[in-house]
């Protein structure tokens, strides 16, 4: 119990009865003088010092006399009174000066909380437009690659990259409209060809048969990649050829390249060897596209934009060829 007083102890009573006393005090006197203003207002008027203190001798008496009579009640309640009354004054002076100021800091504070948040929407304005043009850097990189590569618009290029066990989709660029739009942003990384692609880091896929033959396309892909057909057959691209290569930087795999095309000739001229040669030469910008994808938080812009995941969501599960 004791060890809660004295200079190390914890009890804060002495101290809040302090404030509650110094708080309380100019009150107090204001109310004291107006107890000992009206008791003196009612005796003055048929008291006679003059004669009491005739009639009184001896120290004390007068002493006391002096001390106790209608007319010292009045002068000590009047400035008990005065006393008080100066003493609240100042102090609510004090509170209203506090209180204003506390109104100032406050309309300041919410001044500054508006500075932030507009200095955070201007930021975020400009990631997004930063990373519109980095995509449009991405699509033109691509558009170049699909020239120089003279792919038609039977197939398509997309880069994906790697973020927490999961594959996003950084950008993609084909000819045909259709090809090039994006339905889906993520993808699993443990399925398909980009996943064989990043394990491996290059992956083929010259078997597949051609969609015209629908039923071995079917089948193939079911026995090949464990597609169900209501996915199959929900694709937009019926892609049949694939080459996939992984994005490395620094000897560790943060990406992957996908080209694909509808068409089982799509490898003739000896194109695996030039898409090879050509991703090797241009593996440190592959690399930077990726890095500063990563940087931007791509997931994150995904969501504030509200793109949502189409009906073909589920389908490339593994071929990343399509969605």
Known sequence: MFSKFGFSGSSSFFK??????????????????????????????????????????????????????????????GLLFLFGAIGTYKDQDRQNKK????????????????????????????????????????????????KMLQLDSNSRITIYYEHDEEFYLLERFS????YAKIHRQKFPLNQGVISKAWQHEQFIEDKCPHSSTYQDYVDYLRSSYGYESEKISSLTMHSCRYY????????????????????????????????????????????KFVRDSLSFDKEVNIKKKGKGISVEDDILQTMEADV
């Open 175 to 178: 000819k045909n409209p259709t």
């Open 16 to 77: 809040n009865l302090g404030d509650g006393i110094g708080k309380g005090l100019f009150i107090l006197c204001a109310a004291s003088g107006t107890i000992l203003l009206t008791v003196g207002g009612a005796y003055a008027g048929s008291y006679s010092f003059d004669t009491n203190w005739n009639a009184t001798s001896n120290f004390w008496p007068c002493a006391w006399l002096i001390l106790y009579n209608p007319n010292s009640a009045l002068i000590g309640g």
């Open 244 to 287: 996939a290569r992984a994005i490395i930087d620094a000897d560790i795999h943060i990406g992957v390249i996908v080209f694909e095309s509808t068409e089982i000739n799509f490898f003739d001229n000896d194109l695996c060897a030039k898409i090879g040669q050509y991703c090797s030469e241009h593996q440190g910008q592959l690399s």
């Open 99 to 146: 209180m204003n100021q506390l109104v100032t800091e406050n309309e300041e504070l919410n001044n500054t909380k508006s500075e932030l948040n507009s200095a955070q929407e201007e930021l975020q304005d400009s990631k997004s437009r930063i990373i519109s043009l980095h995509g449009e850097l991405v699509q033109t990189w691509l558009k170049g690659m699909s």
